[in-house]
């Protein structure tokens, strides 16, 4: 774990200030969600500091923690398997609607029931955090599931897709207009936004479960 947290200052600034710069990051879908900013020389005045000088570790970690719950993960997932469904239920493949293969079945109750258990724990997380704010565990065991959960999602939707699913987001024969292809680019920076899968493991190991750090 950190062994020092010093040094570091949370600050609020206007985006339009001399010196700040945006420059888009792309994904492989060429969407557009993060920015890199750099700062050149930029002067931000003292009573634009949240929180203390050099505590500025603390305050980041509050927001990254309240962003970890996982509640807008879990509401999202519910809705895109909620479209697969609707498009199993409408789809017919081999003279047979894909909603009657057994396959299909289990795989979108298998869903349904991980699904289920984000969303409780995303809720019970935000409860936890209601209660006190300093938790940390628990919301990064639900951005680990809900993130690796959301990449399990597209990828199974384009199995069930099939070769249909691969079009391109927007494409007029795409089922569901790409949407999957579409998620299936974009999910896995959920894994890495906000603390990577194996950052969110280490806080489960070293801070929930008390395992020895390796140095």
């Known amino acids: 774990m950190l062994r020092s947290t010093g040094g570091l200052t949370y600050f609020l600034s206007e985006m339009n200030r001399p010196g700040i710069t945006v420059r888009p990051l792309h994904f492989m879908n060429r969407a557009h969600v993060y920015n890199e900013v750099f700062f050149d020389s930029v002067r931000i005045p003292k009573r634009n500091i949240v929180g203390q000088v050099n505590q500025g570790w603390y305050v980041t970690m509050a927001g990254v923690d309240f962003g970890r719950s996982g509640t807008s993960g879990a509401a999202g997932l519910k809705r895109d ?8 239920q409408e789809t017919e493949r081999n003279r047979q609607m894909l909603a009657k293969n057994p396959i299909v079945r289990n795989k979108l109750a298998d869903l349904a029931v991980a699904i289920e258990a984000a969303r409780q724990w995303a809720y019970y997380v935000a409860w936890l955090q209601s ?22 999602l597209a990828n199974t939707g384009l199995e069930i897709m099939g070769l249909y699913g691969t079009l391109k987001y927007g494409t007029k024969w795409a089922p569901l207009r790409g949407k999957f292809e579409h998620m299936c680019q974009l999910n896995l920076g959920s894994t ?24």
Do not use: H
Request: aromatic residues 8%; positive net charge.
């Open 192 to 215: 890495i936004g906000g603390g990577t899968t194996e950052i969110q493991k280490n806080l489960i190991a070293w801070m929930g479960l008390q395992l020895p750090s390796i140095r």
């Open 131 to 152: 209660k006190n704010p300093a938790v940390a565990t628990e919301p990064a065991a639900s951005k680990y599931f809900v993130t690796e959960l959301q990449v399990r």
């Open 81 to 88: 398997l909620e479209d697969l469904i609707r498009f199993c």
